[in-house]
């Protein structure tokens, strides 16, 4: 099972970008589709971005789409999601996932412990 650790959320005023990053622990990072999803105060989670083992099919919700891109390194067992574009309605919890794909995602896979990202209008 891997292990799933993200960084590099904060606060950013409105227009502003980030990049997190989620690194993975074990040999097997390769082998799983990956994704992003967010949970702000008083809401559910909420799926955002995934992306296949590969990295050649990725999958966004249509609030992020055009402005977040997320991407992977399998060399260095990291997938990242660059934000751009931000609003304050971003702001939320940010959780990595890993799944055996992006069909199961949803449903199924280990979470990391979340990452804060605040946007300031």
């Known amino acids: 099972q891997v292990q799933l650790v993200e960084s590099g959320g904060g606060l950013v005023q409105a227009g502003g970008s980030l990049r997190l990053s989620c690194a993975a622990s074990g040999r097997t990072f390769s082998t799983y589709a990956m994704g992003w999803f967010r949970q702000a105060p008083g809401k559910e989670r909420e799926f955002v971005a995934a992306?296949?083992?590969?990295?050649?099919?990725?999958d966004y919700a249509d609030s992020v789409r055009g402005r977040f891109t997320i991407s992977r390194d399998n060399a260095k067992n990291t997938v990242y999601l660059q934000m751009n574009s931000l609003k304050p309605e971003d702001t939320a919890v940010y959780y990595c996932k890993s799944a055996a794909s992006i069909a199961t995602m949803p449903s199924f896979g280990s979470w990391g412990q979340g990452t804060q990202v605040t946007v300031s209008s």
């Open positions: 992306i296949s083992w590969s990295g050649k099919s990725t």
